[in-house]
C-alpha cells in the first residue's frame, strides 16, 4: 500500500509541474499537465476535479394517519423525529424503527454516512 500511494503521488508532483498530462482519457480528463507547483498541496487535495463529496439523494416515502406537525432530529446517534397533531411521536433511526406510544407507522434505514436530512414538499391534485 505504501508502494501505491508513493506512485501516486510522484506521478500528482510530476503532473503539478508541468512535465506530464492528466492521462485520464476514460473521463475525458486527458490533458497536459499545468505548472500548479506553487500552490500547497496536502492528502485532502485533489487538482483533477475528480474525487470529493458524491451527494446522493433518495426520497423516503411515509404514510401516516395523523398530521405531522413538527420535524426533528439529531445527528449523533443519527436519528429523526417527527411529532404529530395528536401528540404521537415517531422516531427512525439508522438501526431500527424505534416507537413512543404510537403504533408502527413506517421505517427507514439511512447509510452510515448520512449528513443531511431535506424534507420535499408535495401538492396532491385529486
Known amino acids: 500500500m505504501q508502494r501505491l500511494k508513493l506512485t501516486f503521488w510522484y506521478n500528482i508532483d510530476r503532473c503539478r509541474g508541468g512535465a506530464d498530462s492528466i492521462g485520464l482519457p476514460h473521463i475525458g480528463r486527458d490533458s497536459k499537465c499545468i505548472n500548479?507547483?506553487?500552490?500547497?498541496?496536502?492528502?485532502?487535495?485533489?487538482?483533477?476535479?475528480?474525487?470529493?463529496?458524491?451527494?446522493?439523494?433518495?426520497?423516503?416515502v411515509?404514510?401516516?394517519?395523523?398530521?405531522?406537525?413538527?420535524?426533528?432530529?439529531?445527528?449523533?446517534?443519527?436519528?429523526?423525529?417527527?411529532?404529530?397533531?395528536?401528540?404521537?411521536?415517531?422516531?427512525?433511526?439508522?438501526?431500527r424503527y424505534r416507537k413512543k406510544t404510537t403504533p408502527r407507522f413506517f421505517s427507514l434505514r439511512t447509510p452510515e454516512d448520512l449528513r443531511k436530512?431535506?424534507?420535499?414538499?408535495?401538492?396532491f391534485i385529486c
Not at 36 to 60: M, N, Q, W, Y
Not at 79 to 91: C, E, K, N, S, V
Open 36 to 60: 500548479k507547483s506553487r500552490i500547497p498541496l496536502d492528502e485532502e487535495t485533489c487538482e483533477l476535479g475528480v474525487g470529493g463529496s458524491i451527494e446522493a439523494v433518495e426520497i423516503a
Open 62 to 95: 411515509a404514510e401516516v394517519e395523523a398530521k405531522i406537525s413538527s420535524l426533528g432530529g439529531v445527528s449523533q446517534p443519527r436519528i429523526l423525529l417527527a411529532g404529530t397533531d395528536d401528540g404521537r411521536i415517531l422516531q427512525v433511526s439508522r438501526r
Open 117 to 123: 436530512v431535506s424534507f420535499v414538499k408535495f401538492i
